[in-house]
């Protein structure tokens, strides 16, 4: 069965550094890979979707990338800042299409 | 534009007791997905309705069950609660299928006790 792998529980990085999280997952190729942000208490936000045929989606200081050979997913923070501390979700679409698999997510904790 | 609305917010049960949550989506969006949120397990899909009709069904007892009205507004029911329920139960709409980006209502807090 397929599987969605996030590198780490927590990531401590200091403000104004690039944060890279990591999104593995195995098994099959997803048509698109999303990522969302979750604060304590709340519902994920909608961040990147990226479809297959993209290698790289940005948002402002979001930039997503879609490794279909490695099968990887890379998300980053530019200049990150304590705001940006929050869970970090990668979620796909299982291999029978029927149902949205979520990582379990990475903590990013930026300090000033 | 309002978001994703859910009710209620919070809410005790006892085991063996039924629960209904309600879900109101974005005005225009006719999909809505369930979800279940535990430290344990993380976010689980539970179902994913399209106008009225439950498009897909995760990998969970009959005891969860959902519907969709014609207005698009969603309710979950759970049947004879369990402890292993006790959760955040999110709700989250979409123009058309998971497969755009969704919006997350804020949840609702089960526990059961």
């Known amino acids: 069965s397929q599987k969605i792998e996030q ?3 927590a990531l401590n990085i200091q403000e104004g550094k690039t944060a890279t999280l990591t999104c593995n997952y195995t098994n099959y190729s997803p048509a698109y890979l999303q990522w969302y ?18 290698k790289e989606k940005r948002k402002e200081r979001l930039k997503v990338t879609f490794d279909t050979t ?7 923070i530019t200049a990150s800042q304590p705001a940006d501390s929050a869970t970090y979700l990668c979620a796909l679409d299982n ?3 029927t149902a949205l698999i979520f990582g379990k997510g990475t903590t990013l904790s930026v300090s000033s | 534009k309002a978001g ?5 917010r919070y809410l005790i049960k006892t085991r063996g007791q039924q629960v209904t ?29 399209f106008s009225e009709t439950q498009r897909n069904k995760g990998n969970f007892p ?22 292993g329920d006790s959760a955040l139960y999110l709700c989250a709409s979409s123009l ?8 997350f209502g804020p949840g609702t807090r089960l526990t059961v006790t």
């Open chain 1, 70 to 76: 490695l099968k990887q997913s890379l998300f980053h």
């Open chain 1, 95 to 97: 291999q029978a299409g």
């Open chain 2, 21 to 49: 949550l309600s879900c109101s989506p974005i005005s225009g969006h006719r999909s809505v997905s369930w979800y279940q949120q535990t430290p344990g397990q993380g976010l689980q899909f539970l179902f994913e309705y």
């Open chain 2, 96 to 103: 058309t299928d998971r497969s755009n980006e969704q919006y």
């Open chain 1, 37 to 54: 942000r979750q604060d304590p208490g709340r519902g994920p936000v909608f961040l990147l979707l990226i479809r297959e045929n993209e």
């Open chain 2, 4 to 8: 994703v609305t859910q009710t209620p």
């Open chain 1, 7 to 9: 590198n780490s529980e």
């Open chain 2, 62 to 83: 009959g005891r969860f069950s959902g519907r969709q009205f014609s207005n698009s507004r969603s309710e979950m029911n759970v049947s004879t609660l369990e402890l």
